[in-house]
């Protein structure tokens, strides 16, 4: 039976959550609806932690009995050894570890299952958000937000499930046992004391959160840091700017550096006032029970028994208190993780939006844009009412100087962003009325700025389908022309390719990005200035294999250098996000317009670096 991931935690951007609602997020995880292994160890986890308690609190009332069965009652009496007394304390003393053990293996499942159902969707939703929040996104601060978050998750579970709650219920059930053995007094000193040390805990760590979030900030902006310069490597090596890069890292090192030191310094004042007022409580109990033996109203055995039971609360309440810090610590990392998951899904498919339809009759793969206006800001439009059709089967090429929106169109067509204006049809549907997976299924693109993932050359081709046999890989790396390449590397299709792609030269990863697509096998090639970073040879050895690839199927190309649409059905010309012309390469020439112009002028260049 399949389960979802999980409800959707919801918070405001930039809105403070309190740690209750931080946890009543949290909560539904722990009893997934439908997850009936769940349901069991939870309860039989709660169970085993209730019986812990029983045998925890039960075993200074043997132990007591003990001594006074131990205790001579007059000068010479005989004492026989309370041999059941004794076994029964040894029995609750490993009954109350061994409950406590099991309590922990039982709820592992449980707590392990909710760290990895939070951080998938969390992963999910990283994916679902529109392209505008990854262009504004610092890749080293959001992966450590997320490591902080899962890790939060976790610790707050483990603490509250095995620490806090047993601890309440420990204490619970020790000031009833003191009420009813001994009176009222006993009973109200001791959770006097114990609230008063819980008070002055929550008022003293709420005040340290705020040191914590600051650590958190500091921490996140050197990790942000010192990716960024990292994956630019290169760049900081051209300006022999290795000094700046280190002089930044180290700032913001040195800002975490005095959070930290602030933090500890309130930690030990934290931890000194928690030992005084345990030992207070201890010496104003203490002090009533010894005044009850020498009045002859309580025996050694209960004075035994109330020391035993304020030490045996000292220990869960003095770790109370680390835990609550850890906890509080953890909702703080959590806030960040909450945050990404309430960030707005800017481009969200329909509730029940159907699969991209293939025509019943005739190929497929029409594409047609009708009067399509779009803006990545409200006050600067890129495109101001862009329309042209391409036929399945047909080629497109769009040109134009830079900043025209010809990369734009590639991205409406993803449905990276969502038209302001008009709207896109494949197949005579509205990619806004079909589910995106549908659709980017549909197209395929090879980049001007490859990239491929730190594995091996092998799996970066069969990412265009995953799961594709040996024999489909080598076949599109055949029809892309880089078979012959691979084969010649010592470790063939197993050579990774390093990070980004960077061990390969541009036209050996345009290659492999050709055969990816080519695997993928869509209905609709975009080419988006695939070749504009290449030298004229590679580019036209290139240009054979993208022939190859987009042969049957509609191709659309975005291209800087005209000599590589030449071939193109139809031609549009985009100046200033409008189409200015369009039309064959012939006719667009002998109309003697911009594009004719834009011919001239690449050609002229051509002759100078020719003659250079």
């Known amino acids: 039976m399949r389960h979802s991931i999980g409800p959707q935690l919801q918070v405001m951007p930039g809105q403070q959550r309190s740690g209750l609602a931080t946890i009543r997020s949290l909560l539904p995880y722990l009893w997934p609806k439908g997850d009936m292994g769940a349901h069991v160890r939870v309860g039989i986890a709660a169970l085993f932690l209730v019986c812990a308690k029983l045998a925890v609190v039960l075993v200074p009332v043997v132990y007591s009995r003990a001594v006074d069965a131990l205790a001579p009652a007059g000068q010479g009496a005989v004492v026989a050894v309370p041999l059941a007394l004794i076994l029964g304390y040894g029995l609750l003393r490993v009954a109350s570890s061994g409950f406590g053990e099991m309590r922990d293996a039982v709820f592992a499942a449980v707590q392990q299952r909710t760290v990895r159902r939070v951080a998938l969707q969390t992963f999910q939703h990283m994916h679902r958000l529109s392209l505008r929040f990854h262009l504004d996104r610092q890749t080293g601060g959001l992966s450590r937000s997320i490591e902080r978050g899962t890790t939060g998750i976790e610790n707050v579970l483990r603490l509250a499930v095995f620490n806090i709650i047993p601890t309440l219920l420990e204490v619970a059930m020790v000031t009833a046992i003191l009420w009813n053995m001994f009176d009222w007094r006993f009973a109200m000193v001791t959770l006097l004391a114990v609230t008063l040390y819980l008070s002055f805990t929550l008022l003293f ?72 007022i345990i030992a207070l409580g201890l010496a104003v109990v203490m002090l009533m029970a010894a005044q009850g033996v020498q009045a002859g109203t309580m025996t050694v055995g209960k004075f035994v028994l109330v020391n035993t039971y304020l030490m045996q609360l000292y220990q869960p309440l003095n770790m109370l208190g680390f835990v609550y810090r850890e906890i509080k610590q953890g909702l703080t990392d959590m806030e960040q993780m909450f945050r990404l998951l309430s960030v707005h899904q800017e481009v969200a498919d329909k509730p029940g939006a159907p699969a991209l339809a293939v025509p019943a009759t005739g190929p497929a793969g029409e594409v047609v844009f009708e009067d399509v206006r779009f803006g990545y800001q409200a006050e600067r439009g890129i495109l101001k009412g862009v329309s042209f059709r391409v036929p399945a089967g047909g080629s497109l090429a769009i040109v134009g100087p830079t900043g025209a929106g010809k990369s734009t169109i590639n991205r409406l067509l993803f449905r990276f962003y969502d038209v302001t204006g008009g709207r896109i049809l494949i197949d005579g549907q509205d990619i806004r009325a079909i589910s995106q997976d549908s659709l980017r299924a549909a197209i395929g693109v090879v980049p001007q700025d490859t990239v491929l993932f730190n594995d091996t050359i092998r799996y970066n081709i069969a990412y265009g389908r995953p799961g594709a046999t040996q024999e489909q890989i080598e076949h599109a790396a055949r029809l892309a022309q880089v078979h012959d390449f691979v084969l010649r590397l010592p470790e063939g299709y197993d050579t990774r390719v390093g990070e980004r792609g960077l061990k390969l030269s541009g036209g050996e990863k345009q290659r492999v990005a050709i055969a990816r697509t080519i695997l993928k096998d869509p209905r609709i090639l975009v080419l988006d200035e695939a070749t504009s970073a290449l030298d004229t040879r590679t580019e036209q050895e290139i240009q054979s294999a993208l022939r190859a690839v987009a042969r049957h199927r509609t191709s659309i190309t975005i291209a800087h250098r005209l000599s590589t649409v030449v071939e193109a059905d139809q031609i549009i010309v985009l100046d200033h996000g409008l189409v200015v012309e369009r039309g064959t390469h012939a006719a667009l020439l002998a109309q003697g317009g911009v594009y004719a112009r834009m011919w001239a002028m690449q050609a002229e260049q051509q002759e100078e670096a020719a003659a250079a």
């Open 205 to 276: 760590t709420n005040w340290r959160v705020r040191i914590r979030r600051t650590m958190n900030e500091t921490d996140s902006e050197a990790q942000s840091r010192a990716v960024d310069s990292l994956l630019n490597y290169e760049t900081v090596k051209y300006f022999g700017n290795e000094a700046h890069e280190a002089r930044r890292f180290d700032e913001s090192w040195a800002r975490y550096e005095r959070a930290a030191v602030k933090s500890q310094v309130t930690l030990n004042m934290l931890n000194l006032g928690q030992a005084a």
